[in-house]
């Protein structure tokens, strides 16, 4: 059974990402990842702001996968705080709201930074 947010779809358009390092694709499918986490918190909305912490914390201690690694809690809140951040810059550079943003958008703005270097 497959738990991941993102489908086999999205994971095969990432890994076309041919012009990016496997470290920026592996990049990639975290926060893409982490987007559809976001999502699935506040219930599949796709418009909107990045839900907040206490949000977070009481999916995670409500979902089953997690209620039995209670350990990797901290470290997954640490990740998702991370990724709110970095989501809440580019839906600020691309005009949305961070859960307004699509996998098409992350590989633009992946595709970019990485030509910039």
Do not use: Y
Not at 16 to 37: D, M, N, P, W
Not at 92 to 104: H, Q, S
């Amino acid at each position: 059974m497959n738990s991941s947010p993102l489908s086999l779809d999205d994971i095969q358009k990432i890994e076309g990402t041919q012009k990016l390092s496997a470290l920026e694709r592996h990049h990639l499918r975290i926060l893409a990842h982490c987007l559809e986490s976001f999502r699935e918190i506040t219930g599949g909305k796709i418009k909107g702001s990045i839900p907040e912490e206490n949000e977070i914390l009481e999916w995670c201690r409500n979902n089953e996968t997690l209620r039995e690694q209670k350990s990797f809690i901290p470290i997954l809140l640490k990740q998702l705080s991370s990724a709110s951040s970095q989501l809440q810059a580019i839906a600020k550079v691309l005009g949305k709201t961070p859960l307004e943003i699509n996998l098409d958008d992350l590989i633009k703005v992946s595709l970019n930074s990485a030509s910039a270097k």
